[in-house]
């Protein structure tokens, strides 16, 4: 099983800052045939299931604000929220789909 | 519109069984894989398996193989989670999600969840 460590556990951040979740891969995510990223990235409020943030490790989902952006390539990645705005607090999950089974990181909650 | 739509909350004593199921609705159900989540009390989010509803394939991770069945009625466009004799530790939600399709190498297959049920709260106490 590819194992995904996500750091920080967690991370408090002023309004209208920048908040950066680094995601990390056992194995490369990186498919060589087509040089695509299998990674995707969650935020999940209290009460509701997750929403889909990105996608192939930086392609935002439609809908998702630009404030939300993903970076990286082969074993690590990064979720960064440039000018955190308060709905942004929220836990965060990187989840992999390169194989199965498709194993989520451990979390990072974002606080103000 | 695409709509996922989970049973609601069971309470439930230890040794019992249980299915839960998920409705799904605005699209080609057997054409997409639908994976079950769990989330324990406080915790992260576990992938335990997913079905493709055109042929019930499944595949489970190891964590869960053995202790839950996935499968799937077309007919009526559900997926279903089951228990045969429920624990203490299965307290938790479980959500059902679709995965998004990628497609290489003249193969599809799937890839992150794009679409969530709104959760089902098992809780298991004697």
């Known amino acids: 099983d590819i194992v995904m460590t996500q750091s920080p556990d967690s991370l408090v951040v002023s309004l209208g800052e920048r908040a950066t979740i680094n995601c990390k891969s056992s194995q490369s995510l990186l498919y060589s045939s087509d040089n695509k990223n299998y990674l995707a990235w969650y935020q999940q409020k209290p009460g509701q299931p997750p929403k889909l943030l990105i996608y192939l490790a930086s392609t935002r989902e439609s809908g998702v604000p630009d404030r939300f952006s993903g970076s990286g390539s082969g074993t690590d990645f990064t979720l960064t929220i440039t000018s955190l705005q308060a709905e942004d607090v929220a836990l965060y999950y990187c989840?992999?789909?390169?194989?199965?089974?498709?194993?989520f990181g451990g979390g990072t909650k974002v606080g103000i | 519109e695409v709509q996922l739509v989970q049973s609601g909350a069971e309470v439930k004593k230890p040794g019992e069984s249980l299915k839960i199921s998920c409705k799904a609705s605005g699209y080609s159900f057997t054409y997409y894989w639908i994976g079950w989540v769990r989330q324990m009390p406080g915790k992260g989010l576990e992938w335990m398996g997913m079905i493709y509803p055109g042929d019930s394939d499944t595949r489970y991770s190891p964590s869960f193989q053995g202790q839950v069945t996935i499968s799937a009625d077309k007919s009526i466009t559900t997926a279903y989670l089951q228990w045969s004799s429920l624990r203490a530790s299965d307290t938790a939600v479980y959500y059902c999600a679709r995965h998004g399709r990628f497609c290489r190498d003249d193969s599809c297959y799937p890839a992150y969840f794009d679409y969530w049920g709104q959760g089902t709260l098992v809780t298991v106490s004697s």
């Open positions: 989840q992999q789909y390169y194989s199965s089974p498709k194993t």
